[in-house]
């Protein structure tokens, strides 16, 4: 007789997990919004947060395939605690750093590098242990469940952040702080291994994942998409925030801003569970990209900071439902000994130019104009849709078998 899994509303060490990092994300969004605006007001150069928003995204090209390997061979709750702790010290620097008057430029470019580094073993070594927190058919609920947890950390946490840089440039630096010593003691009270036995304790090379990932048509060309939209995304959020600050937006506003911005994943992220079922893979992929190609033009017509919020909004609906669909396969298919690897090159190719987008759109809307800017984003977000539109590839996703084994899920 077949027993249906808990709920994951039951599930104690899912929600545990959940629980800590949806409140590092809140920490990490708080100072996201930070970032700029500290370089903005500081310096008052876009280029300069161009290089803040690059030294963040870099870790992710250069980390991890590295990562990968560390989540498969170390322990990998031992591994997310120390990055948490890694970054709780490194956002401390700068709130130290304000208060004795000095704030070095290359200050904020390495705690923005650190941050990133964090991040991305945090977010391979997660997605490696999920498979041993929740049963396979869960597994797409549980994803969509960590998408809604980043909206409403990207709904709260701009709004917040604007609202703490008003009241003192340290301030969203603290909380971020403080938002990692959270999530580290969630992750203490939680009693799964994040990992299976290894019996064999020989990691293999960090190109395993690749050659995974490029053996299976669609998740590879899914993984070149993202790494081909990711500059869009990552720069979109720059270049809102130079044309809001262009028209003199106060940094609540900003946040607020941004805040709107995240309602449209947080929508699409409740709706993910539904989506799946109605949408084939394909439909998803193809509304998410053209829904970024006719929004972006948008921000030609619009002057002022809600309404640059709520076509970010809209531009943010399918990417949940999306990556619930795409995270669920991998986590799915791979199995526990090569998940970590798997994981980050997923990461490392679908985040690979993620660090262009900052850097283009700073460069871009200091020397050719905010209009030139749009223009490019734009550009380059229909020659995506129109190749996800033709591609044949995308008509064939792979089968998922929910009867393959998995771990036993503590649940209460």
Known sequence: MIVAPAPLSRNREFLLLWAGQALSGLGSQISQVAYPLLVLAVTGSPAKAGIVGFAQQLPIALLALPAGVLADHFNRKRLMIACDAMRAVALASIPIALATGHLPLWLIVVVAFIDGSGFVLTYVAERGAMRQLVPTEQLSEAVARNESRFFAAMLAGPPLGGLLFGIARAAPFITDAVSYAASTTSMLLIRSDFQEPRADQRTGTPWDGLRWL????????????????????????????VLAKHDRASAELVGVMLGIAATGGLIGASLAPRLQRLLSPRMVLIGETWTFALVIPLLLVAHNAVLFGVILAVAE??????????????VSLAPDSLQGRVQAAATMISFSAGWLGPLAVGFLSQNAGLTATILALAGWALLLAIGVAVSPVFRHPPTLDTRAPTSTTTSS
């Not at 609906?317 to 991998?330: Q, W």
């Open 317 to 330: 609906l399918m990417t949940p439902v999306t990556n619930s669909i795409i995270v669920g396969y991998r």
């Open 214 to 241: 490029w053996k299976r048509p669609f998740l590879r060309l899914c993984a070149i998409l993202f790494a081909a939209g990711n500059p869009i995304f990552t720069g979109l959020y720059l270049l809102v925030v």
